[in-house]
Structure formats: structure tokens, C-alpha cells
């Protein structure tokens, strides 16, 4: 009988193949079959020249590859002996179905290792150049997603009332109405900003309030993927939009 | 007159070096100067061999290099044309002094550039084998410093109302104290962990509940620098461990 093979799983960063660690880069030149999410840079494929890439993207509300598929796939080929490698946009265990994969995979009793990555909120932070937790300002940073299992929304008053800065994934089918909730715990002048694609080639950004960020994302166009950031921190940024007007070079290396 | 050189500010990740980005590693290369945090593996000047290396740590309650003297030096370095690398543990936007270094960066016209990392709560959870947010448990993770400027104590009972996972940074002098906080607002059984050193060689951990993780933790000798993880997210991390028992190979790639 031929000996187990392994499952990686492996974080894709934000876009940017840069962006990847030495040790995910290293894991998928030698991966036998990569499973690819629909957030993930297909450019990726490229690193791994000797493995079979199949996509396996699951895009919220659409049709596509149910999760069970996903668990049976890496299994079978884990059992093959082959290295699989699973591709996932972001830091693999933050949102995403992570734990649901790994508990899988536990009970088939298949050997699983993990590499972390860049979380987008941390991409879109650099973007915007600051500090998702300026002391001046905040105690630390909340990663919420405004995309529930149940279509529920998530408590923005109990999140607003920790006074910390709000990084919101998959939010922006509804930012307005999310910003309206936040804005009745917090001043509507809370700084805010929406960077969509932050951390790749087509990373945009726009800054505003509580009061006027939903429109002014809207009237830039901006969609998903996006990462909403709310808090007085994310206020260092306004600051680094008028900077950047007289200094282009910011950022420019 | 010589052009200004700029400054990368660069997230060093946990430990292991493997853990660095391409971009990061790429940027060491041709740094001229390096200025290194305490927590920083050391082992990183091996990537920077053309670059001066300058340790700058400030490690919390002990006499060390004041921040302002930092900030000169990377300025002075700086507007000698050099390109000054800024080297901070984990990822460089979320504590440490990054919003301050930016603000004085800014001011004095130095040309920034920033490069994510891993934080090292990402890597305790990938040693304990653990998503962050697993969907059947929470909406969201909660980055906070226990370590506050005033030397008062986050409001426990706030982020507990949450329902979100914790992820303490530098709790681990107060752990007693701030397990009893948060056991007044949430079920002394909520899962817990305590991992040393995520992410490096030297990397220690511990699983237990709110009213035992100070013990466990104390009794196995865990120190800063550490996480400590709360919620019941963390509780797969229990079903790991008595899995790893009996399948050693899990995560031995």
C-alpha cells in the first residue's frame, strides 16, 4: 500500500505573488495538485510547474464547487500519496472554511500542514499607509465579517462599543447600511476608508467618515473584494492622502 | 545634493525566517542599513549582507532605545540617500510603534514604503491547528495589547460581549488577572491556549479553559513572548491534540 500524502494548506496573501512566504512559495514547487480559490491570483499556477491546478472557487451567493467536493478531492488525492496543496486567498485561517477543512481531513486522519500569510485588512492598511492600531488611538483591531452564515447581521453595537479599529470583510454588498448601524454607536465623523483588491496590481483606495465613505466608494466604483476599515486609527490616512499630493515618491519603491 | 533614500518598514513575521515574504526577503538584499526590534530573529542580517545592522530593541519595562533616538536614525540614514530597512516582529501594522514611526517619517519628507508580514497570533493558530473564526463557533477575531499606554487594563468585558476569539498580545505578565476579568462575562470552560514563540524553532504550547490556561500555562514555564488565544473556536485545538496523540505525523511536513 502506498504511504498517505499530505495536505497544505497553504495562504495565498492578498494578490501580489510578492506577497507570499518563503515557505508557501517552496511548498508549491513541489505540490502534485494545487485546489485554487476564485479569490486567488491565478498567477500562482506559475510556482507550481509540476502540479495539476484545479479550480475550486466557492464566490458568495453564486454557484460553485460545494465545500464537500472540495473535502472529498484533497482526501482522494492525499491518498494517493500525492502532495496536495490548497490554495486560499488571505491567511488561510481567518474566514474561509479553514476549520471546517481541517476537521475534515482530521477525521480522514490525513497529515495536514498549515502556512500562514498577509491577511487583506493588513495589505489594505499599507495601502493607506497606517498602523491598524496607532496607540494614540486604539487598544487593538477587530477582523469581523459582515457575511454571515445565517444572513444575520453581526452586533456593530457590541463592536463599536470596544472603541477598536474595524477591519470588515465582505461587507460591501452592504456597506450602507452597515456604516448606518456603526454610526449610531460611533460619531458619524469616524475616519473610514474601502480598499478594494488592496495588496495587487489593482489595488484602489478612497477615504472618507462613517457619514460619506458607502457613497463615496459607490461613486469610485468600488466592489468586491473589498476590506472596510472604520476607526480613528484609519484617520492617519486622510493625513496620507494630502501628503501623497506634493509627494509622489511615497511608497513608490 | 545627494537624493533622499527612503525607508522600507518591513514586517519580520514570527521567527522562522521561512515565514518572510518574498518582498520582504527581496527588500533585506539591498538594504544599506537595518535597524532591528528585540523580538526580531537575528538570523534576518543573513539576508542583508551588504547592510550595516543596528539593534534598536525596546523590550517592555526594561531600559532600552528610546523611540525618538529611533526615529533620528532612520531619518539621518535616510537623507544620506541610503535605503534604510526598519525591521519589526510579526506584522509591522499592528502594535508595535509603526504608526508613530510613519507619522514622523512622514513629517520629515522620507519616502516610505511598507511590507506586510505574519502576525504571530496567525502562527499560534497554525500551531494548534486551529482557524481563527471557525463559522461554527464566532464572526471574527480580536486583535488587542493587554499592555496599555496608561498601564490600565482593556475593557474585558466589552470584547467579551463580542463573541469574537481573542488573541491576546503580551498578556502574559497579567494572565491571571485577565482570565479572571474575562471569565466574569464569559463561561469559565471558554477553550483557551497559550503558544510561546509562535512561529519560530523555540515554538511552546498549551491548551486548556479559561479557569486553568494561567496554571497550565505557569506550571509549563511559558513566558513572554506569547499569545493567548480565548473562544470557543480555540476548543478544536483540544480535538487536535488528543488526534496528534495518536497520529504523529499531523503537521510534520
Same mark, same amino acid.
Given at each position: 500500500m502506498k504511504p498517505t500524502g499530505k495536505v497544505t494548506l497553504l495562504s495565498a496573501g492578498p494578490? !501580489?505573488?510578492?506577497?507570499?512566504t518563503l515557505k508557501a512559495a517552496r511548498a508549491l514547487t513541489c505540490a502534485d495538485v494545487v485546489l485554487l480559490d !476564485?479569490?486567488?491570483?491565478? #498567477?500562482?499556477? *506559475?510556482?507550481?510547474?509540476q502540479a495539476r491546478v484545479i479550480k475550486v472557487g466557492k464566490r458568495g451567493g453564486c454557484r460553485s464547487t460545494p465545500q464537500a467536493f472540495i473535502e472529498r478531492l484533497m482526501q482522494r488525492y492525499a491518498r494517493k500519496g500525492l502532495h496536495v496543496v490548497r490554495v486560499k486567498g488571505? #491567511?488561510?485561517?481567518?474566514?474561509?472554511?479553514a476549520g471546517e477543512e481541517l476537521a475534515a481531513l482530521r477525521q480522514a486522519q490525513i497529515p495536514v500542514e498549515i502556512i500562514n500569510g498577509v491577511s487583506s485588512a493588513f495589505a489594505a492598511a499599507a495601502g493607506l499607509g497606517v *498602523?491598524?492600531?496607532?496607540r494614540d488611538h486604539c487598544q487593538g483591531v477587530i477582523f469581523v465579517t459582515a457575511h454571515l452564515r445565517d444572513h444575520s447581521e453581526p452586533d456593530w453595537r457590541a463592536l463599536a462599543a470596544t472603541r477598536m479599529t474595524l477591519a470588515i470583510y465582505m461587507g460591501m454588498s452592504r456597506i450602507e447600511t452597515l456604516c448606518a448601524s456603526l454610526a449610531q454607536a460611533l460619531s458619524s465623523e469616524t475616519p473610514a476608508a474601502v480598499v478594494q483588491?488592496?495588496? *495587487?496590481?489593482n489595488e484602489r483606495r478612497v477615504t472618507g467618515t462613517l457619514a460619506t465613505i458607502a457613497a463615496v466608494a459607490t461613486e469610485a466604483g468600488l466592489g468586491s473584494p473589498a476590506i472596510i476599515l472604520v476607526g480613528d486609527a484609519i484617520g492617519e490616512a486622510v493625513t496620507l492622502a494630502a501628503f501623497e499630493a506634493e509627494m509622489p515618491l511615497l511608497r513608490s519603491a
Open positions: 494578490g !501580489d505573488l510578492d506577497l507570499l !476564485d479569490l486567488v491570483n491565478p #498567477e500562482i499556477a *506559475s510556482l507550481a510547474p488571505g #491567511e488561510a485561517l481567518l474566514f474561509g472554511r *498602523s491598524l492600531t496607532h483588491w488592496a495588496g *495587487s496590481a
